[in-house]
């Protein structure tokens, strides 16, 4: 079945640092979503992106999708204590099964 | 608009017994996933229902077993439980059918002794 590869599994900064995560699949995809996961809390729809190439900014973060539609990435600029949590990326495959990556915990010191 | 609720949000029960869950989703949505969430596995597709039918299953054995109702209310039923079946279990409700914004319930918290 359908896999998405999303690294790094952790990452810690200082506040003010900027924070990335990747998301691969060996194949392409027809589009791809992110969410955030609070702790103790569930995850919450951030965006869709479904263009090759497309790139999505709301405030602080920035979204990609590669051109080959088989990459993805989130970016965050300045991190703040408020960005703590689970992001995942998430591609429904041609089995039509959402599949969700495992997951970038981001911690971040004040 | 009220959110995706999901009771009960905290579950004890023991090996062999069997359990069910429920979702409602939010007002106007038709589609209900269900998602298992654990620290090894992450995020694992369980099920997803539309208009009271199931279309789609993920790779889970056949103890784990949902329906839907008329008014897009769902439950899934978990039997013989393990002690592997410890876990969040997510739902997730949505518009339309294969609509990938999906928006969370809050989880019930599983614990299998």
């Known amino acids: 079945g359908q896999q998405v590869m999303q690294i790094p599994q952790y990452q810690h900064v200082q506040e003010g640092e900027d924070f990335t995560t990747y998301c691969n699949s060996s194949?392409?995809?027809?589009?791809i979503q992110w969410y955030k996961q609070r702790p103790g809390g569930h995850p919450v729809f951030l965006i869709q992106?479904?263009?090759?190439?497309e790139v999505k900014k709301q405030k602080r973060l920035t979204f990609q999708f590669g051109e080959a539609k088989k990459n993805s990435s989130l970016h965050i600029t300045a991190t703040q204590t408020t960005d703590v949590g689970t992001y995942f990326c998430?591609?429904?495959?041609?089995?039509?099964?959402?599949?969700f990556g495992k997951g970038t915990l981001l911690t971040v010191n004040p | 608009k009220a959110g995706v609720t999901q009771t009960p949000r905290y579950l004890i029960k023991t090996r062999g017994q069997q359990v069910t869950l429920s979702c409602s989703p939010i007002?106007?949505?038709?589609?209900v996933s269900w998602y298992q969430q654990t620290p090894g596995q992450g995020l694992q597709f369980l099920f997803e229902?539309?208009?009271?039918?199931?279309?789609n299953k993920g790779n889970f054995p056949g103890r784990f077993s949902g329906r839907q109702f008329s008014n897009s209310r769902s439950e899934m039923n978990v039997s013989t439980l393990e002690l592997g079946d410890s876990a969040l279990y997510l739902c997730?409700?949505?518009?339309?059918?294969?609509?990938?914004?999906?928006?969370f319930g809050p989880g019930t918290r599983l614990t299998v002794t």
């Open positions: 992106l479904v263009k090759s190439g």
């Open positions: 997730a409700s949505s518009r339309a059918e294969g609509s990938n914004e999906q928006y």
């Open positions: 007002s106007g949505h038709r589609s």
């Open positions: 229902y539309f208009s009271e039918t199931q279309r």
């Open positions: 194949t392409t995809l027809s589009n």
């Open positions: 998430a591609a429904r495959g041609s089995n039509y099964k959402l599949t």
